[in-house]
């Protein structure tokens, strides 16, 4: 049975940081796949923040997020990271991983597993 676990969510002030985790159980990750970060805002759509290969660990990240955010991973571990920086109140969303082999990273529907989400919120 596949898994996919986030953690590190919470409440920061504009301007902190936060490191979520994703951690896979039950996926054996082949070279094309990929995770990647989601996230949903109250009355929004889910939105592409970012992504990394699982193998190589190129990364990819949306413009709203570039230069503030990092994604890592671990590959011992099954476990992706990404680390916030410089949090912004428009920040606040749930945050979902996901895994799959997608041909194009920002696509939901082309990543096979998901995560149950993380909540974060950022105040000013």
């Known amino acids: 049975q596949v898994q996919l676990v986030e953690s590190g969510g919470g409440s920061v002030q504009a301007g902190g940081s936060l490191r979520l985790s994703c951690v896979a159980s039950g996926l054996t990750f082949s070279s094309r796949y990929v995770v990647g970060w989601f996230r949903q805002a109250p009355g929004k759509e889910r939105e592409s923040v970012g992504a990394?290969?699982?193998?190589?660990?190129?990364?990819y990240y949306a413009d709203s997020v570039e230069g503030r955010f990092t994604i890592s991973r671990d590959n011992a571990k099954n476990t992706v990271y990404q680390q916030m920086n410089s949090m912004k109140p428009e920040d606040t969303a749930v945050y979902y991983c996901?895994?799959?082999?997608?041909?194009?990273?920002?696509?939901?529907?082309?990543?096979?597993?998901w995560g149950q989400g993380t909540m974060v919120t950022v105040s000013s």
């Open positions: 990394i290969t699982w193998i190589g660990g190129s990364t």
């Open positions: 996901a895994a799959g082999a997608p041909r194009n990273v920002a696509t939901m529907s082309q990543y096979d597993y």
